[in-house]
Each structure stands twice: as structure tokens, then as C-alpha cells.
């Protein structure tokens, strides 16, 4: 019993003298300014933007509880349906091409331009392709809407500059074509980010997998469908589970490029959103668009995460 409790006492000043015990809950205040923050600027006016739609309001003044009725309007209005649709567009310049090119640029640079030319050449050469990611999209899209400018824009002078004088066109003004003119911006805008996190994940592969390959005859093409694009697919349903949540949520390029117009021809639900609160003063309508807009947005990033836990768990 002796030689117990003194044995205790010997690991007891031990571990005072060497390794103190620190509380749980003193771990916790590392995570105190995170959670505040998180509170403040996520939940509470995620709340307060949930509850505002349940109401009619303008602005000013004591809201009026309607209940579902702004969800009720919003099922049937015509407009907010089409600024989804092209949401949808918007998913495809954003996410759905971005992260295709972005495999193949990824591959080509980490397999066949690193080894022709160095690490310094394809350094470079994915700095340019992030660039457009580190511009801010106001300045990029004023840049661009210079560039497609109908009277003395680059693109048509260019054009007209090569015997292609019927090909100019008035690309941010013409209520056909105005939709895929800001599509092509986004795919310049967002193909740097795919690019870089596939070239990040590719370091992971073993290259051997690539040296047995090639001894076996196999060319590029058939090393990146059999060996990169099974070793990389969680950083796959990373990029694309971010893109389109990017996607879904455009709203700088639209607003500097074309203001939803013409005629709404490349309106999305964030700057319909928009223009219902600040335009038309329809605060509680404005914040219902924005609710639906989240709760899909949220929807998607738990199918992401899941699929991309799936994948991990798999391998």
C-alpha cells in the first residue's frame, strides 16, 4: 500500500515537473472566436434572412407575417425560373467544363510538359492559367466588357481584322447569345482553380505507375484515362462540389457585365435576388429567393461531402 501511494506521488510531481495536464476546456477558447464569428456572420443572418421571408416587407416599418405566401408566388413566377435555368447554364461554364479542361491541362502539364521542359516552364505556365483566380472579378469584368464591346471592342476588331467581319457580334447586348458570352468569361475566370488543385493531387500518384505504363506501350491518352483519373477523383468531387456552389451563387460578373440584362437574358437567382430587395423593395420576396437559393446550395455540399467520403472510404 505504501509503495502504491509512493508511486503515485513519484508520477505525480513527474508529471507536473515535465508534462502538466491541460484541461479539456481549455481548448475550447481557442475555438471561442471561430464560433462567435461563425455565429455573427452565418447563422444569425441566416435566421433573420429565413424569418424575413415569412413576412411582407419593404424595408422600413414593422414586418407583416404571410407564411409560405412569398413561397407560394415564387413557385409560379416565370422570372425566378428562368434565372435558375440559367443558374444551370452557369453550372456548366463553372463547373462542369472548367473541371474537364482543367483534367486535361492538369495531366498535360504534370505528365508531358514537366518532363519536355522542366518544373520551371510549367510553373509558369499554371500561374497564368490561376491569374484570372486572383483578379478581382469587378476589374476582370470590366476588362472584359471592353473586350466584347460591339463598337470598338478587341474581339470585334480582331475578327475584322482577319476577313471575319461577319462574325461580329454585339456579344453582352444580344439577348441570344448574351447567356453564353458570360458563360465563356466564367470558363476563363474559373478554369485556374481545377487546374491547380489537379496538379496539387497528381503529386500524390506514384510515378512508377506511369513508368510501368509507358514500358507497356501505353501513350498519354491511356495513362491519364487509366491511372489519373482513378487516382485523383476525391480532389475530382472537390473541385466540383465547389464550382457548382460557386456556380449557384455568380453574382459579381453578372452584375458588372450584363445587370441580368437583356431583357433578364442572363438574369440568376442571386441578382434576382438582388434586384427584389434593392430595386423593387420586396425584402421579405428577396429573402425567400435567397433561402431556396441556400438550402440548394446546401443540399449539394452534403451530396458532395458524401459522395467524396464514399470515395475515400473505398480506397
Known sequence: MTVTVEKRGVAGKAAQAGHPRRPRDSYALFLL?????????IIVPFLMNTYVGFTDWQGVGSPDWTG???????????EFWASFRHSLFMVVAMAAVP????????????????????????AVLRAC????QVLPIAV?????????????????ALLKAVGLSSWQQDWLGDPDIALYSVMGVMVWVQLGFPLVVF???LQRVDPQLYEAAELDGAGWWRRFWHITLPQIRPEI??????????????????????????GGATDVPSYFSFTTFFEKTQVGYGAAIST??????LALSLIGLRLQTREEDRS
Open 33 to 41: 472566436p471561430g464560433v462567435l464569428a461563425f455565429l455573427a456572420v
Open 68 to 78: 409560405l405566401a412569398n413561397y407560394r408566388e415564387l413557385m409560379d413566377d416565370s
Open 99 to 122: 473541371t474537364a479542361a482543367g483534367l486535361v491541362l492538369a495531366a498535360a502539364l504534370f505528365d508531358y510538359v514537366g518532363k519536355h521542359f522542366g518544373s520551371r516552364v510549367t
Open 129 to 132: 492559367f490561376y491569374l484570372p
Open 140 to 156: 476582370a469584368g470590366i476588362v472584359w466588357s471592353w473586350i466584347l464591346a460591339p463598337d470598338n471592342g478587341s474581339l470585334n
Open 199 to 201: 496538379m496539387a493531387g
Open 237 to 262: 468531387y472537390v473541385v466540383l462540389t465547389w464550382c457548382t456552389i460557386a456556380a449557384l451563387k455568380v453574382f459579381g460578373a453578372v452584375y458588372v457585365l450584363t445587370k441580368g440584362g437583356p
Open 292 to 297: 431556396v437559393l441556400t438550402v440548394i446550395i
